[in-house]
DNA sequence: AGGCTAAACTTGACACTGTAAAGATAATCA
DNA sequence: TGATTATCTTTACAGTGTCAAGTTTAGCCT
């Protein structure tokens, strides 16, 4: 019927797309470059003209769902009023908690020990960083100093608050774990009761 | 020269301990039944003839990690003089994080979303639960009864503190974290900041 | 002791994976 | 227009999980 043209279009583009879909319905665990080729209807050996190896693309994708996070932390902080008040904080991390609870798959797809790479020693040298916790990092020490918090506790003080919430994400995300109660509001006191 | 007997005598056991070892030196992704069946020196569906498939294998390589984990906090809650002290709890926090510390794979490994069961609802109810959190939480509720926590607030704590130490093993055990510092007491800090 | 049964293992096959090489198509640019 | 190059297809191969059928042997029963 429908006489498909022998170039894809926007293929690269189509890869990501089809491939975070099937992670989010599929699993990490289920994915595979094949899958992705048939569902953008195009042969299995298409997408080396796009990315290296199957590895390229599942970096490319998390780039994409990266963004995403970050696009909803910036806006957590943008439309948070008082940009002092360690309330926001606390709605960084309900946003990043929530993030991953809408998705859950988009967790172990995103924050796998293999990839991801962080840097915990707050001097801002030019290491590569996860960027929500670099958003995360940067958001806190500006809060946490106009609260007066002393400058010698101020870096623990930001790791662990970034471990609860990221702990609380996974924790969150996994197989028994059933959202019956109100989260959005029991997330909020967990983090709050630090 | 050494004349093989047919039957290996201790196969199974030898599977799994291969199989940990494998996944300590090249990581779960590189984790394969063929593998673990020539490192145990047997042909590549011998695996069968003691589990079902690959995942019952994996299953039972954790279930023998999750024991490990669970005889070192058994042994940290043994060997505090005050079981009543809430260092007990920061204790048993830093025996969770140093135990991934030491093993960098045996975190997704053992905690993957995939299989991970936890059941934060407090309830005794039979629900199966991840035991080292089991354990963790029962401890936790009497500490924190005994220094006059109110009621209310036990469980929003004992999740904060738990999501806290696991989060702490989820960073130390990603890609670009470097343990040149004391981290024995530095992990020993974060978790007293709460 | 001798033989039967069942458990433990091997062999061979199949479908599915990632990836490389070589060829086909079509868009772009001189 | 014609050549170049990016994009896609086809074919091929090694590695994977899994199953079915055959082989060996341990252990038990009479």
Not at 153 to 172: C, E, P, Q, R
Request: aromatic letters at 10%.
């Amino acid at each position: 019927m429908t006489n498909k043209p022998y170039h894809h279009g926007n293929l690269r583009n189509s890869l990501i797309e089809a491939g975070i879909k099937l992670i989010n319905q599929e699993g990490t665990r289920q994915f595979s470059l094949r899958k992705v080729a048939v569902l953008c209807g195009v042969s299995h050996a298409a997408p080396y003209s796009h990315f290296k190896n199957k590895e390229e693309l599942l970096k490319a994708m998390q780039d994409h769902v990266r963004e995403q996070l970050m696009e909803l932390l910036e806006n957590t902080i943008q439309s948070c009023s008082n940009s002092n008040s360690p309330y926001l904080l606390v709605q960084m991390g309900k946003s990043y908690v929530m993030f991953f609870i809408k998705n859950p798959h988009y967790f172990p797809f995103l924050c796998s020990q293999l990839c991801m790479e962080i840097n915990l020693s707050m001097d801002d040298d030019g290491t590569k960083n996860f960027p929500p916790f670099e958003l995360f990092k940067t958001t806190a020490f500006h809060v946490l100093r106009e609260m007066g918090l002393p400058e010698d506790k101020l870096k623990d003080t930001i790791i662990s608050m970034f471990a609860t919430v990221h702990g609380l994400a996974s924790i969150t995300t996994m197989k028994n774990v059933h959202y019956d109660e109100d989260w959005e509001t029991k997330i909020e006191d967990i983090i709050w009761n630090k």
